[in-house]
């Protein structure tokens, strides 16, 4: 059962716009949230992280929204770039003894068309 | 500079050839992990290290083994290779209860 999921495999912005990229998640006991990003063959980068004490982490042009109630996660990109093209994968942090533990979700690739 | 570093990045084999992914960090982290990425299913995680000799069973750990006799090495091993083992592998570090650094990744294809 997928504890972390992104429904939207891949989006598409015209550069200047707005990026969002969703992630919901089943499990209430998640404690930290992260966004990675991977270009092709390379390895994920980590992008933006968030506490379940918070509701918004901003860095620079990112910005990560936590809503616990909805158990919903998003990543706003803004102004969105052709660098940012990418795919875009969501973790929860696991809980319990393995608290370095990552969940991920399935990914969206995100185009930005010059 | 601070690094993942994973060898080979590509690889080809036959079933039951026993083979060797190399992992290593230079960045003293105690935490090291694998994953693999397959399409539709995104990074599950294979086998996990909390520090030297301290090893645990990830969410797909079968037909999986891991050591951890160094801190700075997690080599993953494959016993006896089967073709549901193809996949993209990525071995990430990183201090306990931080963000994780992962490394270039091996696409290993058994055939």
């Known amino acids: 059962d997928q504890q972390v999921k992104q429904n939207s495999p891949s989006l598409s912005v015209q550069e200047g716009r707005i990026s969002i990229l969703n992630c919901d998640y089943t499990?209430?006991?998640?404690?930290?949230f992260l966004w990675y990003k991977k270009y092709p063959a390379e390895g994920p980068t980590f992008l933006i992280s968030?506490?379940?004490?918070?509701d918004k982490n901003e860095d620079g042009r990112f910005t990560v929204f936590l809503n616990k109630s909805a158990k919903h996660l998003s990543l706003h990109i803004v102004p969105s770039q052709p660098g940012d093209s990418a795919v875009y994968f969501c973790?929860?942090?696991?809980?319990?003894?393995?608290?370095?533990?990552?969940?991920f979700g399935t990914g969206t690739l995100l185009a930005v068309q010059p | 500079e601070a690094q993942v570093t994973q060898n080979p990045r590509y690889l080809i084999t036959v079933t039951g050839k026993k083979l060797t992914v190399t992992c290593s960090q230079n960045?003293?982290?105690?935490?090291m992990s694998w994953y693999r990425q397959d399409p539709g299913l995104g990074l599950r995680q294979i086998y996990y290290?909390?520090?030297?000799?301290?090893?645990d069973k990830g969410d797909v750990p079968e037909g999986y083994k891991v050591s951890r006799k160094e801190k700075r090495n997690f080599p993953l091993i494959l016993e006896s290779p089967s073709p549901n083992q193809t996949s993209l592998y990525f071995c990430?570090?990183?201090?306990?209860?931080?963000?994780?650094?992962f490394g270039p990744g091996t696409r290993l294809t058994v055939t």
């Open positions: 990430a570090s990183s201090f306990y209860g931080y963000e994780q650094y």
């Open positions: 499990n209430s006991m998640f404690d930290y």
């Open positions: 968030i506490s379940s004490i918070k």
């Open positions: 973790a929860a942090r696991g809980t319990g003894g393995a608290t370095n533990k990552l969940i």
């Open positions: 960045m003293n982290h105690e935490y």
């Open positions: 290290s909390m520090n030297v000799e301290v090893t």
